[in-house]
């Protein structure tokens, strides 16, 4: 526990880190209370709702693959203690992840991939249509071998949401539909200033995403985040989800489509270095050509709608947990394309900042 005294706790952004967050400080004994205009409908409602530290792997991301490494049991245990007190079970796929390539120079990639994924020790190995037949099931047949990558798994973020939302409902917490305009600070509390009006808490911490910090915040003198947005198409086709994830390099680009039960499919792998939320016809078409041609069982899939969000991206990459100088304010970012991945150690975090100032 926090305290005796019960502290209260303000957190400023309703997506993913802000949610488990909230869950966790509540566990701890705290009164917490929650403020965002539209809970969950950041880059937490445009993820496709992968734990997948393997697949993810790039260079220079060691740091961070070790912490990956760590999300997936932390989500078994959360959605554990989710179970227990909502009833409903948070479903979690662990079949890994295929990689593919779609011509030779994408095979290159792929291959390029696995010297680097050796390097950091995964737990990979090289797969063919001949010895996994069922992996490749609706794969092209152009497509003859990739990598079978063990230990990733993927989650229903609208799920996992709903879940957190009821289970934040159940252990009293104040959701606050509005905007947070501005936040202060003294040596005893915080204040955020909303139009519904003024919020105090003991301390605070700030899931803003990409947004960034809220006016009023101190300057952070580490860190700094900038928007990209990512989209991802959802289609109802054919059912894989009883195999591993489909990844693949495409003429170059990145594609994956994360299959669920009943044939709801979840395409992405966008990346557009601005500011805003929008889904251009070209990349629209990319992603579909991409897709069919990875995948042509998708031909007569249905479209049902498209997600877009813009990621928290730090300078390195790597997500932060800051406290903001000397106040009793903290910052959680920086977890660009890990955020529904990290969010039950940052959660962790939040307790540890909020320990440490009472």
């Known amino acids: 526990m926090v305290s005796q005294q019960r502290q209260n706790v303000l957190v400023v952004g309703?997506?993913?880190i802000g949610l488990v967050s909230a869950f966790r400080l509540l566990q701890e004994g705290c009164a917490v209370t929650v403020l965002d205009p539209s809970p969950a409908k950041g880059a937490t409602w445009a993820a496709a709702g992968m734990i997948a530290p393997t697949a993810e792997i790039a260079v220079g991301e060691?740091?961070?693959?070790?912490?990956?490494?760590?999300?997936?049991?932390?989500?078994?245990?959360?959605g554990e203690e989710l179970r227990v007190l909502t009833g409903d079970e948070l479903q979690i796929v662990e079949k890994g992840t295929l990689l593919v390539g779609w011509d030779a120079s994408d095979q290159r990639l792929v291959d390029q991939f696995a010297r680097v994924a050796g390097t950091f020790g995964a737990a990979l190995r090289e797969s063919s249509r001949d010895e996994d037949p069922e992996e490749f099931a609706g794969v092209s047949a152009r497509i003859t071998r990739g990598l079978l990558m063990a230990g990733?798994?993927?989650?229903?973020?609208?799920e996992a949401v709903r879940l957190l939302l009821a289970s934040l409902e159940l252990l009293g917490a104040k959701i606050i539909p509005s905007e947070v305009t501005r936040i202060e600070s003294s040596d005893h509390d915080v204040r955020a200033v909303t139009a519904l009006g003024d919020y105090v808490g003991g301390c605070g911490i700030l899931a803003t995403g990409a947004a960034g910090l809220v006016p009023g915040a101190p300057a952070s003198v580490r860190n700094a985040v900038r928007p990209?947005?990512?989209?991802?198409?959802?289609?109802r086709g054919f059912d894989r989800s009883d195999v591993a994830t489909v990844r693949a390099f495409?003429?170059?680009r990145s594609l994956y489509v994360v299959s669920r039960p009943g044939g709801y499919c979840v395409l992405g792998a966008t990346v557009d270095e601005r500011g805003e939320s929008a889904l251009e016809l070209g990349e629209l078409a990319r992603l579909t050509r991409d897709a069919l041609d990875v995948l042509p069982a998708l031909e007569s899939a249905v479209v049902l709608e498209h997600r877009s969000g813009l990621r928290p991206a730090s300078r390195d990459l790597e997500p932060f947990f800051e406290q903001l100088g000397d106040t009793r304010w903290a910052w959680a970012s920086g977890h660009y394309r890990h955020g529904v991945?990290?969010?039950p150690l940052t959660g962790a975090s939040a307790v540890a900042f909020v320990r440490g100032v009472a």
């Open 14 to 16: 309703a997506g993913i």
């Open 341 to 343: 991945t990290l969010a």
């Open 62 to 78: 060691e740091a961070n693959y070790e912490l990956q490494r760590q999300a997936l049991p932390a989500w078994r245990a959360l």
């Open 152 to 158: 990733d798994a993927w989650i229903n973020p609208d």
């Open 228 to 235: 990209v947005s990512g989209v991802t198409l959802r289609v």
């Open 250 to 252: 495409v003429r170059g």
